[in-house]
Every structure is written in C-alpha cells, then in structure tokens.
C-alpha cells in the first residue's frame, strides 16, 4: 500500500517561502500512470488544487498560483516538493500531498486522486 507523509515547519513568516516535502512509501514516484500533486485548504474553505509532478519529472501549475509555485522532485529518496514564495497570512492552509492516478477511458484519460496524505497545517503570520 502506498503512502505519503507531509513534512516541513508548521508556521511561515510573511514574504517568506513556504517549503514542505511529501515522503512517499509502498511506490516509486517515476513509476508510469502516476502523479504527485499538492492540494491545500484553507481553514473555512474548499480544497484547491496546486499543482502536480508527473513521473517523467514534467510539472503543471494551477494558473492562480503558478507564479509562486515550484515542485520538485528527489527520486533518490523516492521525495516530492513544494516551494510557495511571497507568501500572505492568505497561504494558511491545511497543504496535502496526493498521488494521482490515471486510467484509460472511453475519449481521454480518467484521473482520481486516491491516496492522500494526511495533511499538515501550516501558518504564515509574523
């Protein structure tokens, strides 16, 4: 079974950048029909989807974060990242790891995102 585990400092000051690293176990993230994406919620709000690493190393960013938004890859410790730069109190967010899966369908590719991690807070105040 595959796993994932959230890492990195809980509080970010503002302007700063945020930093976090999902630990994946159970599979390799080079592994084919697979992704790794970062989602976070606000507390109060939806989920918000961030951006993604395939297993190529190819990343997509959601268009309203995209400036801000980096993820990165170690495949030596089988690790995925994200970096969040200028960063506002708006940041604070409960951020999510996730692998992405993708199954052949009828006219194009159907994804789920089935295995998350369990999430960890993070606070951007000063």
């Known amino acids: 079974q595959v796993q994932l585990q959230e890492s990195g400092p809980g509080l970010v000051k503002p302007s700063q950048t945020l930093s976090l690293t999902c630990t994946v176990s159970?599979?390799?993230?080079?592994?084919?029909?697979?992704?790794w994406s970062w989602i976070r919620q606000p507390p109060g709000k939806g989920l918000e989807w961030m951006g993604v690493?395939?297993?190529?190393?190819?990343?997509y960013y959601s268009p309203s974060l995209k400036s801000r938004t980096s993820i990165s890859r170690d495949t030596s410790k089988n690790q995925f990242s994200l970096q969040l730069s200028s960063v506002t109190p708006e940041d604070t967010a409960v951020y999510y790891c996730?692998?992405?899966?993708?199954?052949?369908?009828?006219?194009?590719?159907?994804?789920?995102?089935?295995?998350w991690g369990q999430g960890t807070l993070v606070t951007v105040s000063s």
């Open positions: 996730a692998r992405e899966s993708y199954y052949s369908g009828s006219y194009y590719w159907d994804r789920y995102l089935e295995v």
């Open positions: 690493i395939h297993n190529d190393g190819s990343t």
């Open positions: 159970g599979g390799s993230i080079t592994t084919s029909y697979y992704a």
